[in-house]
């Protein structure tokens, strides 16, 4: 009987709709900024075709690309003030830590940076989403890390934004990085998880 009646209870919190809570949904800030590296950036491809300027069609609103390509999150804090912060955000999509991984930085550091990156930004008043690059080399662990920190600050999360995309060279333009069809995969589901984020925040 227990059993039935926490089954009950499961299936009523799943259908309805119950999600955990995002910090600063409200958030007065303005702009929508998509802060990150190169898959950010939008490398390899025309302007107008990375995943930002996508999202930014498809939310019908503007979304700023401060993707700068090759960045750790060593450099994501040097430049936060600038190309963030001073930006009046009012939702940050936050896409680090690949390169930590190549430049063999410590997975220690990696995680207290982008704790940091999360803290600051929601410190300005506006809402967090952690972008999930796993890239076929970073493991399992590692999602699993960047999701509890997600859950940890209460920031939004996109998991593993190029599963099917890293091992499928007809949807990339080198071995690392998405073409226009990758990047349109990409800003799908990124979609996914930001605009009922924006839906929610315009009720405020």
């Known amino acids: ?10 299936s ?4 309805a709709g119950c999600s955990r809570p995002i910090a600063n949904l409200n958030s007065t800030g303005e702009n929508v900024i998509c802060f990150g590296a190169s898959i950010t950036h939008g490398y390899g491809v025309a302007q107008g075709k990375d995943f930002p300027a996508l999202l930014s069609e498809s939310l019908n609103e503007p979304v700023i690309n401060a993707g700068n390509p090759g960045d750790t999150t060593r450099h994501a804090l040097d430049r936060l003030d600038r190309d963030v912060l001073n930006m009046n955000p009012k939702l940050v999509l936050i896409e680090f830590g690949a ?9 220690i550091e990696t995680f207290r940076n982008l704790e940091k990156l999360i803290r600051k930004i929601q410190g300005a008043h506006a809402a967090v989403v952690l972008v999930e690059v ?4 970073l493991s399992d662990k590692f999602g699993k890390r960047m ?7 209460k920031a939004g999360y996109v998991s593993h934004v190029m599963k099917g995309i890293i091992a499928n060279p007809q949807l990339k333009v080198d ?5 226009a069809k ?3 995969i990409i800003a799908k589901r990124i979609h996914k998880v930001v605009a009922p984020l924006l839906r929610k925040m315009k009720k405020y």
Do not use: C, V
């Not at 009987?1 to 499961?10: A, D, G, T």
């Not at 009523?12 to 259908?15: C, K, M």
């Not at 796993?134 to 080399?137: C, P, S």
């Open 175 to 179: 071995s690392i990085h998405p073409n």
């Open 1 to 10: 009987m227990k059993i039935k009646i926490l089954l009950f209870m499961i």
């Open 99 to 107: 390169n930590d991984y190549f430049q063999k930085m410590s997975a």
């Open 182 to 184: 990758g990047y349109e």
């Open 147 to 153: 999701k509890e920190l997600a859950e940890k600050t």
């Open 134 to 137: 796993r890239l076929g080399l």
């Open 12 to 15: 009523a919190f799943l259908f």
